[in-house]
């Protein structure tokens, strides 16, 4: 399973890269207006971005008709090549992210809460398919369940030829709240999660591990002292 970095912030996408272990990026608009960005402004931080990550950085379009996505998701392609665009999993979505593919532009189809929308998503054309986790547990339902149910389906189907490039369609993990959620998207098949910075850093924490370490570095002042 890859690693996204659901973020805007530049600072928090330039130390995960330096894990190793960044594999994409994944922004919205909330994301954005959080760490204060201006309109004016965004096309440069996407690419600002893009410098920063060599896989996709999916930017979402705001807009809410089909014509008027095309055109947003023709805008944000241009500004780097690696650029995915994110579009929400509604009609006009689907019909906007028909003709992007067509066009060889990649889309992220976002907010996608079922199977129907997973399957119709990948019929229009989508290159990744974003199930959410952590919104379903919001309203005391398992998130988890409804992933494996998409992963499963999707998996069931051959939709690379809709895609562009005849790609296979991914299926990315997001609203991932925990590292729980991380290990039980990796056993169900997911192929990438898509993490804020404080959930990849718990990804690498486990209390076994530091408490080893703690008794390593003691034992090793005995051995300087001997």
Known sequence: MKFFLDTADLAEIEEAASWGVLAGVTTNPTLYARIGGKLADFPRHIERICELVD????AES????????VRDGRELAQIAPNVVVKIPTMVEGLAATRTLAQEGIPVNM?????V????????????????FVGRFDDISEDGLAQL???????????????????????IIA????SAHHVAQAALMGADIA?????TLKKCVQHPLTDRGLDAFLKDWEKVQKA
């Open 55 to 58: 896989g996709p950085v999916s």
């Open 62 to 69: 705001v807009a809410m008709t089909r014509d008027e996505i």
């Open 110 to 114: 976002t907010l996608c809460f079922s």
């Open 116 to 131: 129907p929308q997973a399957i119709m998503a990948a019929r229009a054309g989508a290159r990744y398919i974003s199930p």
């Open 148 to 170: 494996e149910q998409v992963v499963q389906a999707v998996g069931n189907y051959d939709f690379s030829e809709n895609t562009v490039g005849g790609q296979r369609v991914e």
């Open 174 to 177: 997001a609203s991932v709240r």
């Open 194 to 198: 898509t993490v804020p910075f404080a």
